[in-house]
């Protein structure tokens, strides 16, 4: 299976299979220049707090799997020595360490961390939301209850394995090689869900269902077969635990539509991100490490993207903030004139000048909000939000 389906790209759009009635967005996010994505840097609980309710179109978070261990990846290069291991044409090479990310995944109490998180990604969550969390085995009976709780039983919509065959094979006991990702509707009757837009597989057998079915492929069912980023692929980040941009990209097309906001409060290398900027989707992403943000950084370079650091006494340096709009316009005429200020963009601006000047106050998102928006009565989360993050 390829990351990018040929097949759903040639194809117009279908008719959504969505309960909802399609919804209008107030953003062009293809032909904007900036703050088509979002980067926090911070503890993810005290900003899903300060979002409106409904503000998500899509969740997606990859929580830590509470192993009881420090994860880290090493970057490793190898170079001529020799007292090294005989190679390529008899050359000695030694291999050495030339960068190492890691993160602790170890919690006296895993369900105490995750259960105000999952409550407040509830109420983010549009009504025609869905929420895809990803575990694996070690805790996904114990996060299925708690998710029952909070989503209730008849929100729960699908246990998704994702099935991989690479890596070590343990000799003591069945290989562990898949993960699970629970999937939950805010409302049933409502949520989004287009097959439309996912990408198909070939048949096994295509001789017995005929040439149009074999052309058009099969969709996937709820066990996904997908390898896990190869350690030599130009997709590796050199995060650990990087989840491949096929899955995220699968899940983005299937739950949202172009110009939703999608979610990932626990971001790590920014896959999320990625599948979100190449299906037209904004997003904010979220996480509480340096080394996440750093890969984040470096990996959406070219892109418009705006970061804010969080943490206590953070700034973000002024090189990571999007580029500011022209000063000045072009009439016809050749001359020129000042854009109309009008208050969205004025309070973009205030957040911009905020993140760059030293001691500044870091801005609430409560605080945007009030300026963005018409009178509360009139104006929906989703509509809030999509002007604060457009």
Request: glycine residues 6%; hydrophobic residues 35%.
């Amino acid at each position: 299976m390829t990351a990018k389906s040929d097949v759903a790209q040639a194809r117009a759009p279908k008719k959504s299979q969505s309960a909802a009635p399609a919804q209008t967005h107030t953003t062009d996010i293809g032909h904007r220049t900036s703050d088509i994505g979002q980067v926090i840097l911070g503890d993810n609980l005290a900003i899903l707090r300060a979002l409106p309710d409904g503000c998500a179109d899509l969740i997606y978070i990859d929580p830590p799997f509470n192993t009881g261990k420090q994860m880290e990846r090493r970057v490793m290069k190898s170079v001529r020595s020799e007292h090294g291991k005989v190679g390529f044409h008899g050359a000695r090479y030694e291999r050495t360490a030339v960068a190492s990310s890691a993160y602790n995944d170890q919690f006296d109490d895993y369900l105490a961390f995750l259960e105000p998180r999952l409550r407040e990604a509830h109420r983010i969550l549009a009504h025609h939301g869905t929420l895809y969390f990803h575990i694996d085995y070690r805790e996904v009976h114990y996060c299925k209850v708690l998710l029952d709780t909070i989503f209730s039983r008849r929100c729960f919509l699908n246990e998704v394995i994702w099935a991989y065959d690479y890596g070590a094979r343990s000799k003591s006991k069945w290989p562990t090689k898949h993960d699970n990702i629970l999937v939950y509707v805010k409302d049933p009757a409502k949520y989004h869900f287009n097959t439309d837009e996912v990408d198909r597989l070939p048949y096994l057998a295509p001789k017995l269902v005929g040439k149009e079915k074999a052309a058009r492929g099969k969709l996937p069912t709820d066990t996904w077969w997908h390898t896990i980023v190869p350690t030599n692929s130009r997709e590796k980040t050199g995060y650990p635990t990087q989840k491949p941009f096929g899955i995220l990209r699968r899940i983005v097309a299937a739950s949202s539509r172009p110009g939703d906001l999608v979610v990932d409060f626990f971001a790590g290398s920014g896959t999320t991100g990625a599948a979100a900027l190449a299906l037209g989707r904004r997003f904010l992403l979220i996480d509480s490490n340096p080394e996440a943000l750093g890969v984040m950084r470096k990996r959406f370079a070219d892109h418009p993207v705006s970061y804010r650091d969080q943490t206590a006494g953070g700034k973000p340096p002024a090189k990571d903030l999007p580029a500011k709009p022209p000063a000045t316009t072009v009439a016809a005429t050749g001359t020129a004139k000042k854009p109309a200020k009008k208050p969205a963009k004025k309070a973009r601006a205030r957040l911009r000048t905020a993140a760059s000047i030293p001691g500044a106050r870091q801005l609430d998102l409560r605080d945007l909000l009030q300026e963005i928006a018409p009178p509360a009565a009139a104006q929906s989360g989703k509509e809030a939000v999509s002007r604060l993050i457009p």
